[in-house]
Nanobody, 123 residues
């Protein structure tokens, strides 16, 4: 059993900052990729920022220079520091973890989504 839980959303004024957290827990062996996606009203879900194991950190062009993703490997946790927020950043933010885990003696590789956290940027 694996759980992915986000926290840290809320209402903020334009130009403000928020920090999101996402923790994966359970019988995790390794994490291949972990990061943040968002879905704005009337739009498709899109990548915001993500780590890939042994690969580059990816950012959406729209958040480069404003958002920073970081991680605590020991805690299987990633963070998203969002600065200079704009109304167009308003969305539900989802954490995704692509990981390897076990149940009993059987190992699996799968992707898990968190429940989402609302970020609203408005004056």
């Amino acid at each position: 059993q694996v759980d992915v839980v986000e926290s840290g959303g809320g209402l903020v004024q334009p130009g403000g900052s928020l920090r999101l957290s996402c923790a994966a827990s359970g019988s995790i062996v390794s994490i291949n990729a972990m990061g943040w996606y968002r879905r704005a009203p009337g739009k498709q879900r899109e990548l915001v920022a993500a780590f890939t194991r042994g690969g580059p950190t990816n950012y959406a062009d729209s958040v480069k220079g404003r958002f920073v993703i970081s991680r605590d490997t020991a805690k299987n946790t990633v963070y998203l520091q969002m600065n200079s927020l704009k109304p167009e950043d308003t969305a539900v933010y989802y954490c995704n973890a692509h990981l390897r885990y076990y149940t009993g003696s059987i190992y699996y590789t799968d992707a898990y989504w968190g429940q989402g956290t609302q970020v609203t940027v408005s004056s």
